[in-house]
């Protein structure tokens, strides 16, 4: 069920109106929908039902303590890519049990805290990694588990950006090397090899690249097994689309469906690191209408947010939907550029909407609660916008706006 809805032409967030929020809260703002999040998470545990699994939500898709937090409470676990976001985790009551981390250049402290915390996973990503995570571990007299991000070079077929499982990308080991790699963890003290990951992109709308990779695994699989080295969990990554305009991505069960299915009666674990298909449809960016200019070749709606606080159309030319938040408003309709007030040309949030709009409307963008918020800056000293978490009729500012001060915290002027 969509927790955005229209009743009486009034845009809604859960049983809240999205304009008596706005008005509450000011604009921009990040609108969350704590019953989206609570379904989206469901269908991946309802499709992993009576298997061995642990979904570990990718916090770089939305990293706001409190969807930590909602979803730590239905027992999700965490994919970290940083010490920050591992912080996160622990500060939203997350079980570190539960924690893989990610990321092609952790640090030695980052592995130090992780280990600290007895956290479930290192992925690596390369065999100097291994070798550090082995003597940071040596160093506190304890084992590190570790599993090997293997490249399956295949094409997702998504955006060139957010690919990252081909052979040209930067991520992980390709299969000889992850041959290699094992062998050496297996002769290390420090090290207990448990699994084997890989994550071949974002936002795939087939079925097929992830069984071609999940095939790529699983023959590996099986010759670690044959050197004596037995695996305890298969880490598919993230990576399912979803729609944002007219994409058609399998749902949430036929994906799983088809791995357990290939996986057949292996017993392996199965972990996923699954963040836009949790979070994006669980949020909205709402922004207002300042001025309306038409010039020779535009329509423009200025408004609000900006390209600081949603990168997605300017970096990737992501198309995102835009709704009236009142849809019985009037005002001029026409094919509108819906643009922010950053100095760059590139700083918009859709061109040519149809919208009919009138100085002071409000419009909210759909899709936003991935990648949203978590890529925002404060690009022309513009302060990040404030999130609120809708709970059926209770609205939670669970991140303030930022002030002047929070955007100068740490600067300071030459001494006289
Ligand atoms: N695991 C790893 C190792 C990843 O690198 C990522 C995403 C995920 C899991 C989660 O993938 P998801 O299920 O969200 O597709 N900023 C881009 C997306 C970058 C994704 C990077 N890695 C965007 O806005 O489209």
Redesign the pocket.
């Known amino acids: 069920m969509d927790q955005f809805t229209y009743r009486d032409d009034q845009l809604y967030a859960e049983d809240m109106q999205v304009a008596a929020i706005a008005e509450r809260f000011g604009t921009p703002c990040y609108i969350y929908s704590r019953a989206a999040l609570e379904a989206r998470f469901k269908e991946y545990q309802d499709a992993l039902a009576g298997a061995d699994h642990l979904i570990c939500y990718?916090v770089?898709?939305n990293s706001n303590l409190a969807v930590l937090d909602v979803l730590g409470r239905m027992g999700a676990g965490f994919?970290i890519?940083s010490g920050g976001e591992m912080e996160r985790v622990i500060a939203a009551g997350g079980d570190p049990a539960k924690i893989v981390f990610?990321g092609v250049g952790k640090t030695p402290a980052e592995m130090a805290r992780a280990l600290d915390l007895d956290i479930a996973c290192f992925n690596l990503e390369s065999a100097q990694e291994l070798e550090v995570l082995a003597e940071v571990a040596a160093d506190k007299n304890t084992v590190a588990r570790v599993s090997v991000r293997v490249n399956p070079d295949v094409d997702a077929q998504t955006h060139p950006y957010?690919s990252?499982g081909l052979r040209e990308n930067k991520f992980g080991v390709n299969t000889d090397e992850a041959m290699a790699v094992y062998r050496r963890a297996a002769e290390l003290p420090a090290i207990e090899v448990v699994g084997i990951d890989c994550?071949i992109g974002?936002?795939l709308t087939q079925i097929s690249p992830f069984i071609d990779a999940l095939k790529r695994l699983l023959a590996l699989v099986d010759q670690l097994a044959a050197e004596g080295i037995t695996l305890h969990h298969l880490d598919l990554?993230?990576?399912?689309g979803v729609c944002y305009k007219d994409e058609q991505p399998p749902s949430v069960a036929e994906y799983i469906g088809a791995v357990r299915a290939e996986l057949g009666d292996r017993p392996l674990q199965l972990v996923f690191?699954?963040?836009?298909?949790i979070a994006a449809n669980a949020g909205l960016l709402v922004t207002r209408v300042n001025y309306l200019k038409t010039t020779e070749a535009h329509h423009f709606a200025l408004v609000d947010a900006a390209m600081n606080d949603m990168i997605?159309p300017a970096l990737?030319q992501?198309w995102l939907d835009i709704r009236q938040v009142d849809r019985g408003a009037q005002g001029q309709t026409a094919q509108w550029d819906v643009v922010g007030p950053v100095c760059e040309t590139g700083d918009f949030l859709g061109k040519e909407r149809e919208l009919t709009l009138a100085p002071g409307d409000l419009l909210a963008l759909s899709g936003a609660g991935?990648?949203g918020f978590t890529?925002s800056s404060n690009y022309n000293t513009r302060p990040r916008a404030a999130e609120i978490m809708i709970d059926g009729d209770q609205a939670h500012v669970v991140r303030a706006r930022e002030v002047f001060e929070d955007m100068v915290r740490g600067e300071c002027r030459l001494p006289e």
């Open positions: 990718a770089k898709a994919d890519v990610s957010i990252t994550h974002s936002q990554g993230g990576g399912l690191e699954p963040g836009r298909s997605r990737y992501a991935a990648y890529m």
